[in-house]
């Protein structure tokens, strides 16, 4: 033994070699990065054959739903169990009818990549503002010269709409509009239906961000007034993201997710350290942008960097990560 000194329970560290090979370190590394914890988000639109670049995400594009199925085949082939869809609206409304109709993008989507890719776990995103025509995440009453969103007349069409996806045989929905109560809304309409099997991952700590930028574009989400202050949460509060995450797990959610994700990672760990259940990291569309950016200029490695940014939201405790990185990082990490 090097260390004989020992000074009460623990070796004197001041005696300690550290010795570090490759063998070592793979035995004895705290962290893995593996593509079985990642799921890939696909933007889908009504057609086929389409694949429109999305500008301000290189690599990312939209998809009709056949080039959707190609594009999880992959994916999935590479080693990535999941992928979560978010739709763009034909018509949007303000009702966002859209998104609970049987036949809508998602809705079709879902069926076609149960039939054609069936051990592929689907996720929904459950959300109103890409088929509501003011853009935002809830149901908006307009006044004179101010608006606001309608909390529960939101909860009914939340319900609806993760409904629609449960039947179109969605495996997992994830609730991202933060009005309060959404969970056991969307729990009770699912059990009342005969859905008691489709877990619930619930947008628990989603603040607002600038990083979601790009995704909107995307998306074709923008809000047309105002912002999403008062539902999303203040970039300076940690607190208040374990009242959001204790009120969902209470409310029947079977996943909680922080998000976004490389500046919360405090948030992560705190989660993931208090109430000890699945957490997820959404690494969203500014985090995947700038890399991409700085890697096109040659700033910055790209795969070494989405390496190291992704072995971290793993490190700070998150179980899976929501990355469009996933299919990059599944095939990278299998070299
Ligand atoms: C919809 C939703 C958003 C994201 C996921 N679901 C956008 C928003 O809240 O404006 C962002 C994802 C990303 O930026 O990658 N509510």
């Not at 893995?32 to 500008?55: D, M, N, Q, W, Y």
């Not at 059990?191 to 979601?212: C, L, R, T």
């Not at 990185?325 to 990490?333: E, G, S, T």
């Amino acid at each position: 033994m090097q260390h004989a000194a020992v000074s009460g329970r623990y070796p004197d560290l001041r005696l300690r070699r550290v010795r570090s090979t490759p063998a070592l370190r793979a035995l004895t590394a705290e962290t893995e990065l593996s593509p079985r914890h990642l799921i890939l988000p696909l933007f889908v639109r009504k057609g086929t054959k389409l694949r429109e670049p999305v500008a301000s995400m290189p690599g990312v594009f939209r998809f009709s739903p056949d080039e959707a199925v190609r594009e999880a085949t992959l994916a999935f082939a590479a080693g990535v169990p999941a992928v979560i869809l978010f739709g763009i609206a034909e018509k949007k409304d303000p009702e966002a009818s859209g998104a609970y109709d049987s036949n809508g993008i998602v809705q079709e989507t879902v069926r076609l990549l149960r039939a054609e890719i069936p051990e592929l776990l689907v996720v929904t995103d459950v959300c109103l503002c890409e088929y509501m025509s003011h853009g935002h995440c809830g149901v908006v009453e307009k006044a004179a010269g101010s608006a606001r969103i309608l909390n529960d007349a939101s909860l009914k069409l939340l319900s609806r709409v993760a409904l629609s996806h449960a039947e179109a045989g969605s495996g997992l929905v994830a609730p991202s509009d933060m009005m309060d109560g959404r969970v056991s809304a969307i729990r009770g309409a699912l059990d009342s239906e005969g859905f008691e099997d489709v877990p619930i991952m619930s947008y628990a700590a989603k603040y607002a961000s600038a990083f979601y930028g790009p995704f909107r574009d995307a998306a074709e989400s923008s809000p047309q007034f105002g912002d999403r202050r008062s539902y999303q949460m203040y970039s300076g509060n940690s607190d208040e993201a374990l009242r959001e995450v204790a009120q969902d797990i209470a409310e029947g959610a079977d996943i909680v997710m922080v998000k976004p994700a490389l500046a919360y990672l405090d948030i992560v760990r705190r989660v993931k350290d208090q109430f000890r259940y699945p957490t997820a990291a959404y690494a969203v569309s500014g985090e995947y942008s700038m890399i991409k950016a700085a890697s096109e200029r040659g700033w910055v490695d790209e795969r070494a960097i989405t390496i190291e940014t992704h072995l971290a939201m793993r490190r700070a405790g998150a179980d899976i990560i929501l990355t469009y990185a996933a299919k990059d990082l599944a095939v990278w990490l299998k070299g």
